[in-house]
T-cell receptor, first 114, second 113 residues
Framework: KAGVTQTPRYLIKTRGQQVTLSCSPISGHRSVSWYQQTPGQGLQFLFEYFSETQRNKGNFPGRFSGRQFSNSRSEMNVSTLELGDSALYLC?????????????FGPGTRLTVL | AQSVTQLGSHVSVSEGALVLLRCNYSSSVPPYLFWYVQYPNQGLQLLLKYTTGATLVKGINGFEAEFKKSETSFHLTKPSAHMSDAAEYFCAVSANTGNQFYFGTGTSLTVIP
C-alpha cells in the first residue's frame, strides 16, 4: 500500500507570494492533518480535515488555510508569505478520527521563503 | 488541555549503551501516548504507542516505553544503542476524543561509535 505522498518536496518562494501544498493520504484514510515543523518549535498543529470538513484548527493566522477533496486528498494554502513561514510542512493521515489511531506521515514539503 | 515536554533537546550515547529519552505529558483526560522517530529528510514513523492496558509498551527496533500515570511520564528506552538509532525522536499525546495530537519539541539522538 502506498504511503502518504506530498508534493512538491521543495519550494522556494519570496515574501508576499502565496503557495499551495498537496497531500495524498494512504488509500482508505479519511482524516488528514497538517503540521508545521521548525527547529526549536517541534511540530505545531495547523488543522485537520475529515470528510471534506475542517474538524480542528491550531493557533495559526488566517493566512493558513486548507481544504479536502472527496477523494480525501488535501491541500493547504499560505497567502502573503512571510520569512517566518519557512518550515517543513508535514501531512499525516489516519483511517478514522479516533485519537488512539496512529497518524501516518508523509515526507513533508520544505518551504523556503526569501 | 494536553501538552508534552521532552527533557533534553540533544542526547548523546555510546554505541551499545542504554538509550533513555524523557517525555512528560499534561492531560486533563486519560491520554493516548506515542513515540515517533524522524530520520533526515523523512516524515515521522511510529515507534510505539500506549492506549490502554499494559503500561510497558514494546515497539519497533528494540525500543520500549513505560506509561507511569503517577509521574505523568512516558520515557523511551532501548537497552543497547545502535548507530542506526541516530535520529530525531518525538513524543506525542492525544486526548481520547477527536483526533488532535500534541507533539514535544523533539530530542536529537546522537550515537557515538
Amino acid at each position: 500500500k502506498a504511503g502518504v505522498t506530498q508534493t512538491p518536496r521543495y519550494l522556494i518562494k519570496t515574501r508576499g507570494q502565496q503557495v499551495t501544498l498537496s497531500c495524498s493520504p494512504i488509500s482508505g484514510h479519511r482524516s488528514v492533518s497538517w503540521y508545521q515543523q521548525t527547529p526549536g518549535q517541534g511540530l505545531q498543529f495547523l488543522f485537520e480535515y475529515f470528510s471534506e470538513t475542517q474538524r480542528n484548527k491550531g493557533n495559526f493566522p488566517g493566512r493558513f488555510s486548507g481544504r479536502q477533496f472527496s477523494n480525501s486528498r488535501s491541500e493547504m494554502n499560505v497567502s502573503t508569505l512571510e520569512l517566518g513561514d519557512s518550515a517543513l510542512y508535514l501531512c499525516a493521515s489516519s483511517l478514522i478520527r479516533d485519537s488512539y489511531n496512529e497518524q501516518f506521515f508523509g515526507p513533508g514539503t520544505r518551504l523556503t521563503v526569501l | 488541555a494536553q501538552s508534552v515536554t521532552q527533557l533534553g533537546s540533544h542526547v548523546s550515547v555510546s554505541e551499545g549503551a542504554l538509550v533513555l529519552l524523557r517525555c512528560n505529558y499534561s492531560s486533563s483526560v486519560p491520554p493516548y501516548l506515542f513515540w515517533y522517530v524522524q530520520y533526515p529528510n523523512q516524515g515521522l514513523q511510529l515507534l510505539l504507542k500506549y492506549t490502554t492496558g499494559a503500561t510497558l509498551v514494546k515497539g519497533i527496533n528494540g525500543f520500549e516505553a513505560e506509561f507511569k500515570k503517577s509521574e505523568t511520564s512516558f520515557h523511551l528506552t532501548k537497552p543497547s544503542a545502535h548507530m542506526s538509532d541516530a535520529a530525531e525522536y518525538f513524543c506525542a499525546v492525544s486526548a481520547n476524543t477527536g483526533n488532535q495530537f500534541y507533539f514535544g519539541t523533539g530530542t536529537s539522538l546522537t550515537v557515538i561509535p
